[in-house]
């Protein structure tokens, strides 16, 4: 059974439904699920998120299989309407999922906005794992708990510990922070590791901002509420960053790489 009302939004709701229903028909008996993670599950979710999921499978995809997926997701972003072009997700197998050992392995993959699908790590994480089990949305299938592992505090720290590091430099290789858009991420990121290797949980985007206004150093208070105010902004690659925020912003990486080295 899929259920039909599991986002605040109708049209993606009805996208979801034909989604699982699809990746039903092309995957037959090796079909485990599909799950919401990401803002939508973590209940944080607004018009500027995208939609994440995770559609597990049995098995390795097989060729035919992975030819009709990659149809089926070139031709969704065609259709009209709104969510349609904001889907992001992988098709993992389960017993790579189940625990962090099958950290590494390649998905199928979808990417935000994307028409061709790709082999990626990009939902194989700890927090990805963390977020489904504890928070998954269930579109069909098992309680998601059924198959996701707990996934230990200290690999959620040790995670942020290393992305901490790598950020800004990670970063750089896909979008720049003199640009607008990619400044107000690397500042947002930030804070969601902070947020997790505080507490040990995963949080949104919007809730790790609104947390790092209240709990961490006063002096990055203004930072976080730029970032914060401007998630209505979108991308825009004409919009560049004021150069006192980008310097401070590059400050408030290296003011996070010392608080993660003590936590």
Known sequence: MIRSAFTPYDELNRLLV???????????DSFVGAYLQGSFALGDADLFSDCDFLIPVHRPITADQETALRT????????????TKHLEGSYPVVQELRSLDGLGRDWL?????????????????????WTV????????GPDPR?????VPPEALRGRMRENVVTLLPDLAIWVSIE??????????????????????????KKAALLWAI?????????????????RALGFDPEDAAEAPVVAQTIA???????LAADR
């Open 72 to 83: 089926l997701h070139d031709e969704i972003p065609t259709r009209a309407g709104f969510w």
């Open 109 to 129: 993959y979808i990417d935000h906005g994307w028409r061709k699908m790709q082999r990626s790590t990009h939902c194989n994480t700890e927090v990805v794992r």
């Open 146 to 150: 059924e198959l996701v592992d707990t």
């Open 179 to 204: 640009l607008a858009w990619g400044q107000r991420y690397a500042v947002t990121t930030l804070c969601r590791i902070l947020y997790t290797l505080t507490t040990a949980r995963v949080c949104s």
């Open 18 to 28: 034909e989604l699982t229903a699809a990746a039903r028909e092309i995957l037959g």
């Open 133 to 140: 089990r504890e928070y998954g949305v269930t579109l069909a």
């Open 252 to 258: 408030f990486a290296e003011y996070a790489k010392t």
């Open 214 to 230: 209240d709990e961490l150093d006063p002096r990055w208070s203004g930072l976080c509420r730029q970032a914060l105010e401007g």
